[in-house]
């Protein structure tokens, strides 16, 4: 069983930073892909981006492209995403993912995961 903590968030104007964190039970170079996902209220759960531990590639959806980078520490066992640049359409709830993974493409669907967070809100407002 994996357990994933999350911790971040919170409100910050347009334009502003944040970063999220994703704190996991264990962490393995290997054979795991982490993903971010969001849901804003009325709109169905998102993919932001995605990590495969596999050989380390990425995605991001085309909306957060050059704003957002997803990234692991091992030595702490800790997924983020950074978020610079962010904009009102943003805001949501922030969740983050795992999955035993061995591929070199990481997955994009929510459906393909195994492990969540606990969700955290992420408002950008002025």
């Known amino acids: 069983q994996l357990h994933l903590v999350q911790s971040g968030g919170g409100l910050v104007q347009p334009g502003g930073s944040l970063r999220l964190s994703c704190a996991a039970s264990?962490?393995?170079?290997?054979?795991?892909?982490y993903g971010w996902f969001r849901q804003a209220p009325g709109k169905e759960r998102e993919g932001v981006s995605c990590?495969?531990?596999?050989?380390?590639?990425?995605y991001y959806t085309d909306s957060v492209k050059g704003r957002f980078t997803i990234s692991r520490d091992n030595a702490k066992n800790t997924l983020y995403l950074q978020m610079n640049s962010l904009k009102p359409e943003d805001t949501a709830v922030y969740y983050c993912?795992?999955?035993?993974?061995?591929?070199?493409?990481?997955?994009?669907?929510?459906?393909?995961?195994?492990?969540w967070g606990q969700g955290t809100q992420v408002t950008v407002s002025s």
């Open positions: 990590i495969s531990s596999y050989d380390g590639s990425t």
């Open positions: 993912a795992a999955v035993r993974w061995y591929s070199n493409s990481c997955p994009q669907r929510g459906t393909q995961y195994d492990y």
């Open positions: 264990r962490f393995t170079l290997d054979h795991y892909a």
